[in-house]
T-cell receptor, first 112, second 117 residues
Framework: EAQVTQNPRYLITVTGKKLTVTCSQN?????MSWYRQDPGLGLRQIYY???????DKGDVPEGYKVSRKEKRNFPLILESPSPNQTSLYFC???????????FGPGTRLTVT | AQSVAQPEDQVNVAEGNPLTVKCTYS??????LFWYVQYPNRGLQFLLK??????LVKGSYGFEAEFNKSQTSFHLKKPSALVSDSALYFC???????????????FGRGTQLTVWP
């Protein structure tokens, strides 16, 4: 089954404790992205990648890092999480610019 | 700057009535346009897209959308709403560009559709 998987689905952590949210897709897609969803703000792109070793900042990259060492994986790293990073995070992938995007199930992160 | 506007936070409609969820955009060039739906406590699902050709595109669950180049709009429509259509709807735009915008997909803030029985 074609899918985007994210782990963990739920995470409660404390300020400053480094964490990684994994994302993997099995569709051989070139493009991958990370978004955060906050009430009233819609979906905001954090980082995106157009291929292995090619990443770029989205609208809200501060406090986040990504890497794309393999085509299928695109982890999101929070080196020192803060409470304002409490949000619902989605990973997504698509085959190219005019293809639809497939979303993961989301990761609900709470930073206390 | 690239932007997508969904002017209505909420749309309420009675079951059986037609529905419209509005979307306008401001991007350089001719973009690719998408609609996604998010059901409660679920991820986002693709509904339909406009790439080129006929301005009226049809998608999943009986939805359609009309592309209007002069008004830079891409409104989502359905002739007869169902209670099960109640969800959060997002318009998204992928600029037809080069360089830094090539991988971007810009989303509106979403419109909560409620269909009451």
């Amino acid at each position: 089954e074609a899918q985007v998987t994210q782990n963990p689905r739920y995470l409660i952590t404390v300020t400053g404790k480094k964490l990684t949210v994994t994302c993997s897709q099995n569709m051989n897609h070139e493009y991958m992205s990370w978004y955060r969803q906050d009430p009233g703000l819609g979906l905001r792109q954090i980082y995106y990648s157009m291929n292995v070793e090619v990443t770029d900042k989205g609208d809200v990259p501060e406090g986040y890092k990504v890497s794309r060492k393999e085509k299928r994986n695109f982890p999101l790293i929070l080196e020192s999480p803060s409470p304002n990073q409490t949000s619902l995070y989605f990973c997504a992938s698509r085959a190219g610019q005019f293809y639809e995007q497939y979303f993961g199930p989301g990761t609900r992160l709470t930073v206390t | 700057a690239q932007s997508v506007a969904q002017p209505e936070d909420q749309v309420n409609v009675a079951e059986g009535n037609p529905l419209t969820v509005k979307c306008t955009y401001s991007v350089s060039g001719n973009p690719y346009l998408f609609w996604y739906v998010q059901y409660p406590n679920r991820g986002l699902q693709f509904l339909l897209k406009y790439i080129t050709g006929d301005n009226l595109v049809k998608g999943s669950y009986g939805f359609e959308a009309e592309f209007n180049k002069s008004q830079t709009s891409f409104h989502l429509k359905k002739p007869s709403a169902l209670v099960s259509d109640s969800a959060l709807y997002f318009c998204a735009v992928s600029p037809l560009g080069r360089g830094s915008t090539l991988g971007r997909l810009y989303f509106g803030r979403g419109t909560q559709l409620t269909v009451w029985p």
